[in-house]
């Protein structure tokens, strides 16, 4: 509509008489110009299958103003049927990347549980052979079993990619000490525990214990800062 009315009111800036004098009636037929809109009606005269209406009757109607300069005629719309540009959509909010190494608060609380589970299985075996004390494959599955249960809540609580990543080390290092558990079980019922007792170092410097202790150590240390890491000794 409002292109409607600029075309209207430029067609009749061109052929309208402006003094306010009336057309010639020749070829006329009766109309009245209506604007949506807007109160107030113009006669309408046709002329040589042209429509022609009175510029002062069409700015009354739509509130604009009408001023001569020189053999100039300037008409001022009102701002509301002024045609303006579409105002571009606003942009979409940017969101920050999403951080795919961070680790939920869920799977930091089942990880830190199960890593002292962890502890308290393979510092018991240790204490005990280092001490001479018998332990067998039951006592040994008692510990496995706590930590297994420990490994089974921190998989259902792993939610993202960064978790199950962790959940991987996690599973390694209970790997690695249900591992170290059994050699020491084999190695009690083998009388072959002595050299342990011997020396307190001695347990601690293997191969076995040492990746242990320094994935255990790690795994504490990435849980804590609650952003993935890997680490090639919970490999």
């Keep these: 509509m409002r292109n409607g009315i600029r075309h209207s009111v430029l067609t009749t800036a061109l052929f309208v008489c402006l003094s306010g004098i ?3 009636q020749q070829d006329q037929q009766p109309r009245v110009l209506v604007i949506a809109g807007h109160s ?6 046709q002329k040589d299958g042209r429509a022609y209406v009175e510029l ?4 009354e109607i739509v509130g604009a103003s009408l001023s001569f300069k020189g053999n100039r005629v300037i008409l001022g719309l009102p701002t509301s049927t002024v045609s303006h540009p579409v105002d571009e959509p606003p942009a979409s909010p940017t969101h920050p990347p999403v951080d795919d190494s961070t680790l939920s608060h869920e799977f930091v609380r089942a990880g830190i549980e199960e890593i002292a589970t962890l502890r308290e299985w393979g510092s018991t075996m240790a204490y005990a052979v280092q001490n001479g004390y018998n332990i067998t ?4 599955a008692n510990y496995r079993e706590q930590a297994a249960n420990s490994l089974r809540l ?6 993202s990619e960064a978790d199950r990543k962790a959940l991987q080390l996690l599973t390694n290092e209970f790997d690695a000490v249900r591992q170290w558990s059994d050699k020491l079980v084999e190695a009690r019922n083998s009388m072959d525990t002595a050299k342990y007792a011997m020396s307190p170092d001695t347990l601690r410097n293997e191969p076995l ?3 242990i202790l320094t994935c ?3 795994l504490a240390q990435m849980l804590g800062s609650g952003t993935f890491q890997d680490n090639g ?3």
């Design 22 to 24: 009336s057309l010639a």
């Design 216 to 218: 255990g150590h790690f």
């Design 40 to 45: 107030g009606e113009a006669a309408v005269i």
């Design 56 to 59: 002062r009757s069409l700015v």
């Design 209 to 211: 214990s040492q990746k």
């Design 233 to 235: 000794s919970c490999h």
């Design 137 to 140: 494959q039951e006592w040994a």
């Design 154 to 159: 921190a998989s259902a609580a792993a939610s």
